[in-house]
């Protein structure tokens, strides 16, 4: 095969089919250590029952003629035997008849293995710098990690985050507080001897909330004091409350066209109205003290 070493001939094959030696290996069950000794022409190293079967195996799997690949190794080997039988003592007619062919041939040996060995050895020294790298990588991280944690606005945020979590607390509990010390403290609802109803309240409010909500159908609500006057209105499906304040101190005279239809809530608290479901419309008396 114009005179070039076995390993050559299926390097360029392989490469040309652009393989890695990975996938020979997966290809034909060869050890990649094994395939990159025949590459080398190290043939030493391959087990010697084996060496056939193996080339055989690599040529068919780049495409490559077995049976010539085998020739050409069984002829390579039986000039490389004769290599060593030669003495430096020998003279140089002697050194002469060697064939033409196997100074080249030697000559490509010894390049082949030297390429070999400064690929090897190119991969070897690139692991080094790629763990270094790794190494440097990780420890940037743990750095940068600890200095996020130690930063000063992290610290101010937390911290800022506390104080305001902590008056939002503070003002949650003031306001239910002062919620339950605003409350209305006593609500009674009495039915007088005239037969007429009153409902009392005491708080220490200035004003309190009197809240009519309908339930269903319709209803007139309202209320009149001498302060003032009357306020009033229809509740429907459109409008179904109706609010009004009451100041503290007043007696006023509340009207419920339905009350079996509302109820009426008075700063919270609801009136009890089961004496005049049975009145249309009905009223009690409002007394806030």
Do not use: C
Request: proline letters at 2%.
């Amino acid at each position: 095969m114009n005179g070039k070493m076995i390993g050559d001939i299926l390097r360029e094959a392989r490469l040309g089919k652009q393989l890695q030696l990975t996938d020979i290996e997966k290809g034909t069950g060869i050890e990649v250590q094994l395939l990159l000794a025949l590459e080398l022409d190290q043939f030493s190293l391959v087990p010697s029952d084996q060496v056939e079967s193996y080339l055989r195996s690599y040529a068919e799997m780049i495409g490559l003629d077995a049976d010539e690949i085998y020739s050409q190794y069984l002829k390579q080997v039986s000039f490389q035997d004769t290599l060593p039988h030669f003495s430096s003592k020998e003279t140089i007619s002697h050194k002469t008849e060697v064939s033409e062919e196997s100074v080249p041939m030697e000559r490509m040996a010894n390049r082949r293995r030297r390429r070999s060995h400064r690929e090897v050895t190119q991969k070897k020294s690139k692991l080094p710098a790629i763990l270094l790298s790794l190494f440097s990588l990780a420890i940037l991280v743990v750095v940068g990690y600890f200095i996020f944690k130690q930063w000063p606005f992290i610290n101010t945020a937390q911290e800022t985050s506390k104080e305001t979590t902590s008056s939002t607390t503070e003002a949650t509990t003031t306001t239910e507080t002062t919620t339950v010390t605003e409350a209305v403290s006593n609500l009674k609802m009495t039915v007088q001897e005239d037969g007429s109803s009153l409902a009392t309240v005491q708080t220490n409010k200035e004003s309190v909330d009197l809240i009519f909500t309908l339930k269903e159908g319709e209803s007139w609500v309202g209320l009149s004091d001498g302060t003032n006057g009357e306020q009033g209105t229809i509740l429907t499906g459109e409008q179904t409350k109706f609010t009004v304040s009451v100041n503290k101190g007043s007696s006023s005279l509340v009207t419920i066209g339905l009350p079996q239809s509302v109820t009426v809530t008075l700063d919270g608290q609801e009136v009890d109205l089961t004496n005049l479901v049975n009145y249309s419309p009905a009223t009690f008396t409002l007394t806030v003290e």
